[in-house]
């Protein structure tokens, strides 16, 4: 079970679209957990998502955990497509409760009440090849898998990538 979890092939493209995907949600993590970046830090995200969303605290800090931590991890590759699953489930929850009532656009001019839901079909499906194919080059999980399984299993993980 582990090792198909972490299988994953040396291809670039599954490290470009895990880096990119990484680095955004860290963002919104960063900004969820400590305030960074004009966000709001970990007592009032807690207090919007408790009281306002009406999520219970433990999936409230669960989600910005996932965000945050689980950014981290999908940037340096480990558990790529736990990781990546989670954030799918996590952009599901921010597309019925924030998103889908703003229409699809996203708000770039500031005029709308809220961001529309464009970003997250981008984010579903890069997240979606993630979880599907894996980490990719240069990742924990290809590590991991390479130099705990077999001669066998090393050959198909080892596969080049179609150019």
Not at 15 to 32: A, C, E, N, T, W
Not at 136 to 142: A, C, E, L, W, Y
């Given at each position: 079970m582990?090792?198909?979890?972490?299988?994953?092939?040396?291809n670039y493209n599954w490290?470009?679209?895990?880096?990119?995907?990484?680095?955004?949600?860290?963002?919104?993590?960063?900004?969820?957990a400590f305030g960074w970046f004009g966000g709001y830090g970990w007592n009032n995200t807690m207090?919007?998502?408790t009281g306002t969303v009406g999520l219970p605290a433990w999936l409230s800090a669960l989600?910005?955990?996932?965000?945050?931590?689980?950014?981290?991890?999908?940037?340096?590759?480990?558990?790529?497509?736990i990781n990546a699953a989670l954030m799918?489930?996590?952009?599901?929850?921010?597309?019925?409760?924030?998103?889908l009532p703003n229409g699809f656009f996203m708000n770039w001019f500031g005029?709308?009440?809220?961001?529309?839901?464009?970003?997250?079909?981008?984010?579903?499906?890069?997240?979606?090849?993630?979880?599907?194919?894996g980490s990719?080059?240069?990742?924990?999980?290809?590590w991991l898998t390479?130099?705990?399984g077999t001669a066998t299993q090393r050959k198909t993980i080892n596969r080049p990538a179609v150019q």
């Open positions: 582990q090792q198909r979890l972490l299988a994953t092939t040396n490290l470009i679209l895990r880096v990119s995907l990484g680095v955004v949600m860290l963002g919104h993590g960063l900004q969820k207090g919007y998502f989600v910005i955990l996932i965000e945050s931590l689980g950014a981290l991890l999908l940037l340096i590759g480990f558990a790529g497509r799918a489930i996590v952009m599901a929850g921010a597309f019925f409760v924030d998103h005029s709308n009440k809220g961001e529309g839901y464009e970003f997250d079909i981008l984010f579903w499906a890069i997240a979606i090849v993630i979880t599907i194919n990719g080059k240069f990742s924990v999980d290809r390479t130099r705990t």
